[in-house]
């Protein structure tokens, strides 16, 4: 029997079966033979792996004036480092930015260009710390956002509390950097401007943290690793994308910006007057259990909607598990006719109590240690107040001209 020889093999089959493999068995299977170098190169393969990493559209491939192949080996060569979490981050930004351009366009008007590898770089070793390659990747992808309101991160209102977290570019996470007690070798990933806290990523496996895993510093514990807040995350990705699909999935409501905000169209026909009656709340716990509550008014208000007006209020609850979620529903009557009554749905929005995280004794060592503190770490604790503990999300840095035209709601 004649043996088969790889330059007699039929074209394809061959293809069929290299089209099954990565870029970089693709790649090694170019040095084997001439033949397999040749096809190697075909077009279509290199389409396919452009598509699946980088998430590059035919248009784009157009535009560049490129084959595929050469495509590719562009983008690697840049972002190459990254491949394994560039098309998990790009689709998410991407999903992020469709979800917000039908509800809060002016979020996307505040994202940065993406920063570069030379920009990077230079942060750490400004901040002298490694930055993990899924932080490094989202940040090529966009630099955060500017300082405006409201924030990428979240809003919420609480009684006379509001708050509203922005995504740091990474030009002002370096100023927030911290190496004081409590919170060593920690970059902030969000600012509030109303309470002056972050989130934090742990750039060092210190104080009790592992390496790169985000929290939210609680002011009030000792240990400020103990109490965790809104979302949290063994690593950067986790963190962000977890985010990203709560708001895409509804977890997260949009409503008009705020929450508990009733607005009527301007828009709307001047017959469209109505005034609230009642409100109805659905309250669902983790344990399955249904409360219902129902009353007049809101927190014994009834406004009076007419196009373009907008009321805003505040209220709260209580939690007796350690989620819930609530939904329902306002009931108006119209001014025209007062027998005319239509009910207004509430999204389902939910609610999460902080996990509760005993921190680590301390050691008499460590104790004797913070008695008889000789000052060298009160310059790291001090940012302007005399060292005072209640700053632990502070953010060194932050150019104050970015807060003109910020605005914070007014509760009625």
Not at 22 to 41: A, F, H, I, P, T
Not at 233 to 252: H, I
């Amino acid at each position: 029997m004649a043996e088969l020889r790889m330059d007699q093999l039929p074209t394809d089959p061959l293809l069929h079966v290299l089209s099954y493999l990565s870029y970089r068995d693709l790649s090694r299977c170019s040095v084997v033979s001439r033949r397999l170098n040749e096809l190697s190169k075909h077009n279509p393969l290199w389409k396919s792996l452009c598509c699946k990493d980088w998430l590059l559209t035919c248009a784009e491939r157009q535009k560049s004036g490129l084959s595929w192949y050469l495509l590719f080996r562009q983008y690697y060569s840049d972002l190459g480092r990254y491949i394994q979490f560039y098309p998990v981050l790009k689709r998410c930004w991407e999903q992020m930015k469709s979800f917000l351009q039908q509800r809060c366009p002016r979020m996307i008007t505040s994202l940065k260009e993406g920063a570069t590898e030379a920009e990077l770089n230079d942060i750490e070793a400004l901040i002298g710390c490694r930055l993990p390659d899924d932080y490094r990747c989202s940040y090529r992808i966009h630099n955060g956002q500017i300082l405006v309101i409201p924030g990428l991160m979240g809003s919420m209102s609480l009684s006379n509390h509001y708050r509203s977290e922005v995504l740091l570019d990474v030009e002002t996470a370096a100023g927030g950097f911290q190496q004081r007690k409590g919170m060593r070798g920690c970059l902030p990933l969000t600012f509030c401007f109303h309470t002056g806290l972050s989130q934090y990523m742990a750039l060092q496996p210190a104080e009790g943290r592992c390496c790169f895993e985000s929290f939210y510093p609680c002011p009030m514990a000792q240990d400020p690793s103990a109490i965790d807040m809104f979302i949290t995350g063994s690593c950067f990705l986790d963190w962000f994308t977890t985010y990203v699909q709560n708001v895409v999935n509804g977890e997260f409501p949009i409503i008009r910006d705020q929450i508990f905000r009733i607005e009527m169209s301007s828009s709307a026909l001047p017959e469209a007057a109505c005034q609230l009656d009642s409100r109805y709340w659905k309250i669902t716990t983790s344990d399955g259990n249904v409360e219902e509550v129902q009353g007049p008014g809101v927190v014994g208000e009834f406004p009076v909607m007419t196009p373009g007006k907008v009321h805003e209020y505040a209220s709260c609850t209580t939690f007796s598990t350690p989620w819930e979620y609530m939904e329902g529903h306002y009931t108006f009557h119209s001014l025209a006719n007062k027998e005319e009554v239509f009910q207004v749905a509430i999204p389902r929005f939910h609610m999460v109590c902080p996990p509760f995280r005993e921190p680590p004794a301390p050691t008499k060592t460590l104790t004797a240690h913070l008695d008889h503190d000789d000052g060298d770490d009160g310059g790291d604790c001090c940012d302007g107040d005399g060292g005072s503990d209640n700053d632990f999300g502070s953010v060194r840095g932050i150019n104050m001209a970015g807060l003109e035209g910020a605005w914070c709601p007014r509760h009625i």
